[in-house]
T-cell receptor, first 114, second 114 residues
């Protein structure tokens, strides 16, 4: 049982480049989330999804787009990367609405924007 | 708006001594409270949660947490710390009135010395 898998694990971009982070979960969870982790700031919610075909903005959505075309996948896109988007990105999924139960996290994707 | 504070950036403790990691919260309704742990280069792992009932909650790896409504606190405790408990610990709160999202604290790094 793989749980939540994120790809790629590491990426270096130049300012203005675009990229997509892929999150896949095999637990049949309805709810999926993208967080970014920055030192001293904990995890901040970027976007989330309450089911296939749905997405919603979180706390820090600017500069990011997401898609949930399949229940098991949640994609995070950066259309024009900026140095402020240098961070570690975590995908998570849950069986119940966020916070009613346990969130399952991937191992993270470290992104550096030069 | 809901919020959670972890007042200590780092906690140092000798192996075998009690460990406490502090967390206070602010919500408009009844809180759901969580603790997660992050080991180096890994995603967050669920430790325990409080939703209702007994104020003392027991979780994984010998950890427990005490919910104190009057002090709006949810401190994480372990009676006898192990070197392997060295990690980053996050407190999180969900306020149902604020929607189905978790708010995380900034994290507390725990260093257990042999």
């Amino acid at each position: 049982n793989a749980g939540v898998t994120q790809t790629p694990k590491f990426r270096v971009l130049k300012t203005g480049q675009s990229m997509t982070l892929l999150c896949a979960q095999d637990m049949n969870h309805e709810y999926m989330y993208w967080y970014r982790q920055d030192p001293g700031m904990g995890l901040r919610l970027i976007h989330y999804s309450v089911g296939e075909g749905t997405t919603a903005k979180g706390e820090v959505p600017d500069g990011y787009n997401v898609s949930r075309l399949k229940k098991q996948n949640f994609l995070l896109g950066l259309e024009s990367a900026a140095p402020s988007q240098t961070s570690v990105y975590f995908c998570a999924s849950s069986l119940f609405p966020g916070g009613a139960g346990e969130l399952f996290f991937g191992e993270g994707s470290r992104l550096t924007v030069l | 708006a809901q919020s959670v504070a972890q007042p200590e950036d780092q906690v140092n403790v000798a192996e075998g001594n009690p460990l406490t990691v502090k967390c206070t919260y602010s919500v408009s309704g009844n809180p759901y409270l969580f603790w997660y742990v992050q080991y180096p280069n890994r995603g967050l792992q669920f430790l325990l949660k409080y939703i209702t009932g007994d104020n003392l909650v027991k979780g994984s790896y010998g950890f427990e947490a005490e919910f104190n409504k009057s002090q709006t606190s949810f401190h994480l405790k372990k009676p006898s710390a192990l070197v392997s408990d060295s990690a980053l610990y996050f407190c999180a709160v969900r306020d149902k009135a604020a929607g189905n999202k978790l708010t995380f604290g900034g994290g507390t790094r725990v260093l257990v010395k042999p």
